[in-house]
């Protein structure tokens, strides 16, 4: 069995803690929170909330992402394994649509006209904002699997694999 390298064990605790737990918290607060009462940082608590999560979740897997381009020290996209390309692919999009997420919040419309009734570009973009993070918060969680995958198949010793695989769960 190979010994895991300091920064993929670092890549594996910053994306399983982002896509594996704080992301998709953040998305159930958004969907489940939005009758609470309380309030977070003066804002309602699902979107107090939603926001903290979120753009922590999005801090850690930038910083996960950022580690394991120094690993790869340019040969990223390469691997022995197809389950690390479809794993190292599939990743760049879930970073990307990950990333796109806080400038798509920024760019929000206002969500209603002078009347109160809810403007079309609102609704085309909480369908563009809601689609794009159900996706990332779906696929990263996958992604985080075939992670687990390719570290069987690289011959990682068995403990990292249990572990990640047991944390994912």
């Known amino acids: 069995a190979l010994p895991v390298p300091a920064l993929v064990t670092a890549h594996a605790v910053f994306m399983l803690l982002s896509w594996g737990l704080i992301l998709p918290a953040g998305v159930v607060v958004a969907r489940t929170q939005r009758n609470n009462p309380a ?3 003066g804002a309602p608590l699902w979107f107090g909330l939603h926001r ?3 753009y922590s979740g999005w801090t850690l897997q930038l910083a996960g992402f950022a580690i394991i381009l120094a690993q790869k020290n340019g040969s990223h ?3 022995s ?3 690390g390309l479809v794993h190292m ?4 999009v879930i970073v990307i649509v ?3 997420q806080p400038l798509n919040a920024f760019f929000r419309p206002h969500p209603t006209d002078p009347e109160g009734n809810k ?3 609102r609704k085309k973009w909480e369908m563009l904002h809601k689609g794009c993070g159900y996706f990332a ?3 990263g969680p996958i992604n985080c699997v075939l992670a687990v995958i390719l570290s069987a198949s690289l011959g990682y010793v068995t403990s990292f694999t249990a572990t990640t695989g047991v944390i994912l769960g």
């Open 39 to 41: 309030k977070v940082q």
């Open 77 to 79: 996209f390469q691997s």
């Open 98 to 100: 990950g990333t796109l």
């Open 81 to 83: 394994a197809t389950v």
């Open 89 to 92: 692919f599939f990743g760049l």
């Open 137 to 139: 918060v779906m696929g």
């Open 119 to 121: 403007t079309a570009n």
């Open 52 to 54: 903290i999560l979120q």
